[in-house]
């Protein structure tokens, strides 16, 4: 089993930039392909970028695509999104999720992981 702390979030003006972490316990975080989703009031949560366990592959949804990075560090049990350029549309509480199937790539579905963390919020002002 693995616990997710995310960190990071704030409020940022438009263009700007923030840079979440989440950091996991245990020994295994290398087992675990990682994702970010985002859940913005009023609606659905939704898949934000994800990462295989190497981290060599990375999957975007289309509106990040350009603005957003996503990243680990194995040695740190550490998975970060860097946002640049963000918009009043980024504004959610943004939520890391692990997923211990091992053939696991980071991917864009809800269901395929098996923890999450509390989330952080993120709001970009206009």
């Known amino acids: 089993q693995v616990q997710l702390a995310e960190s990071g979030g704030g409020l940022v003006q438009t263009g700007g930039s923030l840079r979440l972490s989440c950091a996991a316990s245990?020994?295994?975080?290398?087992?675990?392909?990682m994702g970010w989703f985002r859940q913005a009031p009023g609606k659905d949560a939704e898949f934000v970028a994800g990462?295989?366990?190497?981290?060599?592959?990375?999957t975007y949804t289309d509106s990040v695509k350009g603005r957003f990075t996503i990243s680990r560090d194995n040695a740190k049990n550490t998975v970060y999104l860097q946002m640049n350029s963000l918009k009043p549309e980024d504004t959610a509480v943004y939520y890391c999720?692990?997923?211990?199937?091992?053939?696991?790539?980071?991917?864009?579905?809800?269901?395929?992981?098996?923890?999450w963390g509390q989330g952080t919020q993120v709001t970009v002002s206009s």
């Open positions: 999720a692990a997923d211990r199937d091992l053939l696991g790539v980071g991917s864009d579905r809800r269901d395929a992981y098996d923890y």
């Open positions: 990462i295989s366990r190497s981290g060599r592959s990375q």
């Open positions: 245990g020994r295994t975080f290398s087992s675990y392909a």
